[in-house]
Nanobody, 120 residues
Framework: EVQLVESGGGLVQSGGSLRLSCAASGFTFSLYGMGWFRQAPGKEREGVAYISPNGITGYAESVKGRFTISRDNAENTLYLQMNSLQPEDTAIYYC??????????????WGQGTQVTVSS
């Protein structure tokens, strides 16, 4: 059974940092593209960052230079380092497996999400 379990969310002040983790199991993690997505209340789910099996990355314009996606294939874990957080980054953050883009429909598996709240 494929499982993706996010952790690391929480409440942080504007300008602060958080690191999200996504523990993967039930599939060969190293062979899959992975992505981070977020969904704010009343908004559609949007792509934040993706990473290919061999480490090629891509980012949404809104997070470039602030967020960094990475993966540890030995630990089957995906990360998202988020710096200089702003209130507009407040959302539920999801990790996903199976795609290689910022488009949600290209991903096969999804985690349950972790809440990130940035106070001003």
């Amino acid at each position: 059974e494929v499982q993706l379990v996010e952790s690391g969310g929480g409440l942080v002040q504007s300008g602060g940092s958080l690191r999200l983790s996504c523990a993967a199991s039930g599939f060969t993690f190293s062979l899959y593209g992975m992505g981070w997505f977020r969904q704010a209340p009343g908004k559609e789910r949007e792509g934040v960052a993706y990473i290919s099996p061999n480490g090629i990355t891509g980012y949404a314009e809104s997070v470039k230079g602030r967020f960094t996606i990475s993966r540890d294939n030995a630990e089957n874990t995906l990360y998202l380092q988020m710096n200089s957080l702003q209130p507009e980054d407040t959302a539920i953050y999801y990790c996903a497996a199976g795609g290689w883009s910022l488009v949600p429909r290209f991903y096969n598996y999804w985690g349950q999400g972790t809440q990130v709240t940035v106070s001003s």
